[in-house]
């Protein structure tokens, strides 16, 4: 089992930023790959990012590409998503997930979750 708890999220303005934390515990979280989703209201859970249990892979949803960053620090046992020049679409519940393959971007392919973290942009 891998617990994840998400923190980092608020309320910010248009253009700024903030960034996303998920702390992991439980099985060795380096030997997983991890990723963020984010789910709007009234619209389906999609994928953000994700990164290898490395940290060396990467891949983005074309939406935030040049604007987010996912990265991770395995001594930690944590992923963050740097999240800047934010739009008023990107208000979201923010997920992070883990999984065991090699590169994942549908929810299924997910083997852990955790509760979210609200992110609000005001325009």
């Known amino acids: 089992q891998v617990q994840l708890v998400e923190s980092g999220g608020g309320l910010v303005q248009a253009g700024g930023s903030l960034r996303l934390s998920c702390a992991a515990s439980?099985?060795?979280?380096?030997?997983?790959?991890m990723g963020w989703f984010r789910q709007a209201p009234g619209k389906e859970r999609e994928f953000v990012a994700f990164?290898?249990?490395?940290?060396?892979?990467?891949y983005y949803t074309d939406s935030v590409k040049g604007r987010f960053t996912i990265s991770r620090d395995n001594a930690k046992n944590t992923v963050y998503l740097q999240m800047n020049s934010l739009k008023f679409e990107d208000s979201a519940v923010y997920y992070c997930?883990?999984?065991?393959?090699?590169?994942?971007?549908?929810?299924?392919?997910?083997?852990?979750w955790g509760q979210g973290t609200q992110v609000t942009v005001s325009s």
């Open positions: 997930a883990a999984t065991a393959r090699v590169l994942a971007s549908k929810e299924y392919e997910y083997d852990y």
């Open positions: 439980g099985r060795t979280f380096s030997s997983y790959a």
């Open positions: 990164i290898n249990w490395r940290g060396g892979g990467t």
